[in-house]
């Protein structure tokens, strides 16, 4: 069993910057993957970014050149740094990881991009 807990979501501008983090309860050194999903209103959950244990990543096309996923071993935390947000990008963002044959998912933090 794995818990993860997500951090830093909240309002901001469109144009603005934030970081999500998400801190897992047990080392991901060798966790593959790890990343974000998201769930704008009223949509289904989509696949954000992810990022393997040895640093590969990849990303949905809407985020690509403004989203970057990072993870810091020693910390077991998950990064996504967001900048140049938009509107669109209003969702309930969801931590991520694979664990052999489980899924875990975080709580989920709200980020609201106002125009």
């Known amino acids: 069993q794995v818990q993860l807990v997500e951090s830093g979501g909240g309002l901001v501008q469109a144009g603005g910057s934030l970081r999500l983090s998400c801190a897992a309860s047990?080392?991901?050194?060798?966790?593959?993957?790890m990343g974000w999903y998201r769930q704008p209103p009223g949509k289904q959950r989509e696949l954000v970014a992810r990022?393997?244990?040895?640093?590969?990543?990849n990303y949905a096309d809407s985020v690509k050149g403004r989203f970057t996923i990072s993870r810091d071993n020693a910390k077991n935390t998950v990064y996504l740094q967001m900048n140049s947000l938009k509107p669109e990008d209003t969702a309930v963002y969801y931590c991520?990881?694979?664990?052999?044959?489980?899924?875990?998912w975080g709580q989920g933090t709200q980020v609201t991009v106002s125009s």
């Open positions: 991520f990881l694979s664990l052999g044959p489980s899924f875990y």
């Open positions: 990022i393997t244990s040895n640093g590969n990543t």
């Open positions: 047990r080392s991901i050194f060798s966790i593959n993957p």
